[in-house]
């Protein structure tokens, strides 16, 4: 007899190894996690700068406690911030809430009932109720939960990385259409001045009226852009008010020039991949599809569920708080057989779902290695084209007052000598918006190296 039941016993364990066997040949095909692992350690090398300072976060980039005053009133204020915020405070709850799913869960009850020609009953109970987590589904489940909050932990962190950069933008955005504004009231007041020049000879009958339109023309032209920069400027501040999460508030006090922004160093794409927060997430999004696919796949399988349960009936409700209970012991094991292919396609599913995590990784890592190359590509070429504009400001300057000189001396004419005014000021204008757009570069080529606010 004893022989009888070890044998059962073998045969028992036999056949949950072979369903063990059969699901996880049914799983994942492919180790995601690791084919990621390989996708980023291809990329050895990408282009470099000439220059670089070694930088542990952006505020290193720019010198300006104005400025990192300015980015951690955002980064406690901004309301898209707070909104990430949330959904990592609801991620980690959640993971907290799959964790108690693996242990014992406990009811208590108590009921009074009574009948006609009876006397009242009492009834107090306890139930322990416990799924075997077998096979570690339940655990598959909670380690994916985990991944979940790590994941949107990442994200949150790009999003303040990215805040941080957007509100440095900003304020070199203001400085630069500032810079503006002081161009354009310069070409204003040159034109003012030569209006008022050029309607004083035509009243003496020294110049004409084509001289004159013309003066005016660019003189009503130049108020025109003046206003516009101006409205730009208004703009830009509303802009940057909601980045810091304010409704209004006084207006900023912004340096008469830009401060320095060094080139970050690039380093190598081993270090820089690696601390991407946008790539860790994509990363932690394969790690917890691959764990759900494998808590679906062994959903196939059989479960074993334990439950425990004290109940005592009696005439008084004292008597009936389990003083003298009558206890119970029940296993089962359940396994599904048929629903009509619903679980199978449900796993099928979470391997799919996998599979498009990994492939929304290959395009993280993509655009992060475009990001980097993107940037370094616009620093060498705005250099160049500073440097040229640079050369054709110098001789502009020049050029402007020997046409000065000509147009007093009677062998230039008085559109001639606007003409080189205009194209003057347009130089100005050009190289302060190339200046800024390399400032700017600088901060984005920072941001796609990985680095970020401070913790």
Known sequence: ?????????????????????????????????????????????????????????????????ELEALVDEALAANPDLQQTLLTLRIRQVQYRKTFGDRLPEIKGGYTAGKEEDTDPSYTGSLSIGWEVDLWRKLADESRAAGKDAAQQQA?????????????MKAWLELIATQKNIAIEKKRLDVLEKNEAFILGRYKNGLGTLEDLDSARTRTASSRAGLEEYRENLARQRRALNSLLGREAGPALTLPADYPAVVPP?????AQTLKRRPDLKAAYLTIEAESLRASAAYKALLPSIDLEAALEDVADTPGAALLTDPVWSLLSGLTAPLYQGGKLRAAAEISGLETAKAYQAYRETLLDAVNEVEDAVGRERALKKRVRHINTALTSARSNRLQYREKYRAGLAGMLDLLDVQEQTYDLELQLNNLIHERLVNRIDLGLALGLGVKQ
Do not use: H
């Open 155 to 167: 994200l949150y962190q790009s999003a303040r990385d990215t805040l941080g950069a957007e509100v």
């Open 1 to 65: 007899m004893r022989n009888r039941v070890r044998t059962k016993g073998i045969f028992f364990l036999l056949f949950l190894v072979i369903l063990f066997s059969s699901a996880c040949s049914m799983g994942l095909k492919k180790d995601y996690a690791a084919l990621a692992d390989q996708d980023r350690e291809r990329i050895q090398r990408w282009s470099v700068l000439d220059e670089g300072e070694q930088a542990a976060i952006l505020g290193d980039l720019i010198n300006s406690p």
């Open 265 to 269: 160093l690039v380093s190598l794409p």
